[in-house]
């Protein structure tokens, strides 16, 4: 939707759903900035993992057939 239809139809409102409208756009970029907030960060789970098998890295039996 072009912005200018959009400016247009809030525009028609009464000014009470107009505030509405304010009050809801708000809310959405809010949301928007708290979600790009909360990305992880690298490095943010270290430590967390009490055991991991010395061979973790070792390559798979099921796949010896494509190394």
């Known amino acids: 939707m072009e912005t ?13 759903m107009q505030q509405e409208v304010s009050d809801y756009v708000e809310t959405l970029l809010r949301k928007g900035y708290e979600r790009s907030s909360r990305r992880p960060r690298a490095g943010c789970m270290k430590g967390t993992f009490a055991y991991m098998s010395e061979d973790f890295n070792a390559p798979l039996d099921d796949f010896k057939d494509y190394v």
């Open 4 to 16: 200018s239809v959009l400016y247009r139809k809030i525009l028609q409102l009464p000014l009470p």
